[in-house]
Nanobody, 114 residues
Framework: QVQFVESGGGLVQPGGSLRLSCATS????????LGWYRQTPGKQRELVAG??????MYADSVKGRFTISRDNAKNTMYLQMNSVKPEDTAVYYC?????????WGQGTQVTVSS
């Protein structure tokens, strides 16, 4: 049972920008701390950004470049990715924070390449 649906990924050049979107059901969205995660082949999924109420947190690798936000009226969360680097290439997922195993969606592929 998919609880989250990610979109907005694609191919972007180094230094470019991309905005990811995460849609979910209202019952989850209104009460949860949420996060954006990413995974590359052969590596564990990692948390890159989280949001809870008015507080946000970022992994050191994306701090100052990525911005997480949420629009409660649209039941949607976003990840604005600026100044992207090749090492940002990954499948990006959204989930509760901490993540709930059964809530993982398909993710959205982000590829940073010239």
């Amino acid at each position: 049972q998919v609880q989250f649906v990610e979109s907005g990924g694609g191919l972007v050049q180094p230094g470019g920008s991309l905005r990811l979107s995460c849609a979910t059901s209202r019952s989850i969205f209104s009460i949860s701390a949420l996060g954006w995660y990413r995974q590359t082949p052969g590596k564990q999924r990692e948390l890159v950004a989280g949001i809870s109420g008015g507080s946000t947190m970022y992994a050191d690798s994306v701090k100052g470049r990525f911005t997480i936000s949420r629009d409660n009226a649209k039941n949607t969360m976003y990840l604005q990715m600026n100044s992207v680097k090749p090492e940002d290439t990954a499948v990006y997922y959204c989930n509760n924070k901490p993540a709930i195993r059964s809530y993982w969606g398909q993710g959205t592929q982000v590829t940073v390449s010239s």
